[in-house]
């Protein structure tokens, strides 16, 4: 499954992600690196942004980027 | 001595450098806001201690200008110590940075900031083991309440002294760490200046792309880096860039895991706050009363400040020429026209910007904004925004420049130009004096917000217009939230005042010198020659002719447009000269046409001169329509509005 469909409050463990050069680095600088687990804090409405937490770190993903990253739940 | 400070956005790298070099770095509890390098000469020790200020970077990827910039700085043995900022309440995240300047064969010491905020989450940090792990020094700091900075620089002088390179702490891959030690041995004598083995690391991890300028220096490498390459992707199994981001997160880690206890996790009522603030329907309404609040209290402040300031300074230079003795003498109209631009700055400018900046700190600081960003990025996304461009956008609220170079952190060169675009066109803190000296005072506080939401309409236009047609889509937002913290008085005001000083130390001059020459235009009639050729502009926009000297001068500083206008239309009181109507248009044309000097210098510094001259063409267009739709929208509904 991907990040946004996750529930609010579920916790999930990064398994891959895909997209641009950009966007890579900007996920792994933020320290989200596959086989880290990460909160979904909250969803904004009408498809908005997910807010998650990564050990102590929030951190908001457009919808664009969390459809991108797969994970499992835990 | 030089040494140079570098931490991760958000970390308090900047409070820092401002409580040891005086006010000089811009802060914000917002990612990304330091992104021009800053120095300040400081005495530690007794000796002269040159401190620069690196922006803010979660890496040393390579993946932005900035970073790249910020490595090569770094390796090429610029600075005598590299004093390392990192947040002890988010180690792991700090930590990955510190293993790689560790790499870069520099002399390091780390400043572990925000100890207090990391005992309030109930984390105990061993920092003493810490050091021993990392085999540098790690000390602790409260950078916003000055505790233990003083111990901090002593430590760092005396590292730079020692002259030791900090050791890199080995790569747990065996093929990893084999493979940079076989390319160090073949870099010895490299003639860049690098640390070897540094150079080894950084040539595997980005390749040419980080050493495009100086490949000629570092000629007969590439196949060796190459095949070294390839041995990274059948040991480890990713490609280097891959594998030496893994393993450094692994490392920090195993580290934090070494060093950090976690006590009884308490309840976290910055979570409690986020559920209100960041709820799908009280969110909304609470930005709403914010964005209410604040903008109704610069405007109450303001307006009850302009008025009485105004007045007395009219009294003052009617007066004046009757206490020289009178007469039309050319030198007391230019001491008058000299006195009227003071009078500008002080009265119609300095009562709105004062609280302005006062409140923008305060959200900035208490960590709003971002936060902002989240709950904003479905409205930016569905007007075809880009996600990242909010930083940008917000920040020029404030002031145009520090937004336009905030666009360095985008990665893609027509995302960096429509930001930059974007960002020229939100009404900065000159701007907003001139909306609410102008439009909120003499025809009520709804006519300001209303050129506000016309402008967020203008701006989510042109963005969807030029995204669609010429750039293509977004990545969307990736944003970092960081905590609240409660702002401290001392940096707000601190805050507040460096960016009034700047802006009387540079505005001031601007605004006497500006009166005089007008004053002198007058008197030749230049300004007669200059109002005919805007004339075609001035005619089509219903503005009297006397406008179009004032909008040249707006293009010095914005807020000169207003306070020239004063003078040639030679009022005292606006509403006697222009109407509702003209109001309007004049302060909407104003409001998006070319951005002042500093902000296209320093869109010429980013983006070179050609896209400076694209941005000014477009944000006339803009102007000119925007402010064409004003006049028939004002016009059409003249009667109903009461003008």
Known sequence: MVLIDAECGQSVRIISYTGGHGVISKLRQLSLMPGDSVQIVKKAPLRGPVLIESQGRSVALGRGIAARVQVEII | MRLALIGQPNAGKSTLFNQVAGYKAETG?????????????????????????????????????????????????????????????????????????????????VGMNMMDEAARLGLSIDGPQLQELLGVPVLPLVANRGRGIQKLFTTAVQVAREGKDAPRLPYKNKVLEQTVQSLTTHLEDNTIGWAPEALAIRLLENGEALFSDIKQELPDIWPLVEEHKQMIIEGHGNDPEWAFAAERHALAQELTSKVVIQKEERVNWQTRLDDIILHPFWGYLIMLGILWIFFQGVYTLGSYLEKPLLNSFDVFTQKLPTLLGGGESVWIKMLVGGIQGIAGGVAIVLPYLVPFLLGMGFLEDLGYLPRLAFMMDVLMHRLGLHGKAIVPFILGYGCNVPAVMATRTLRDRQDRFLAALLATMVPCAARLSIIFGLVAFYLGPIYAVAIYVLNILVIAIVGRLLSQRVLKGSPGLILEVPAYRLPTLKTVVQKAWFRIREFVVEAWPLLIGGSIILEIANILHISDIINIVFRPLTWALGLPTAVGMPLVFGILRKELSLIMLRQALNVTDFSMALSPEQMLTFTVFVVFYVPCVATLAALRKELGTRKMWIITALTVVVAIVAALFTRLFAVVFAPVLGF
């Open chain 2, 29 to 109: 509890n917002f990612p990304g806001t330091t992104v021009t390098y800053t120095e300040s000469k400081v005495q530690v020790l007794g000796e002269s201690v040159e401190l620069v200020d690196l922006p803010g970077t979660y890496s040393l990827s390579a993946a932005s200008r900035a970073e790249q910039e910020a490595i090569r700085y770094l390796a090429s043995h610029e600075v005598d110590a590299i004093v390392n900022i990192i947040d002890a309440s988010h180690l792991i995240q700090g930590l990955g940075l510190t293993l790689e300047l560790l790499e870069l064969g520099c002399p390091v010491i």
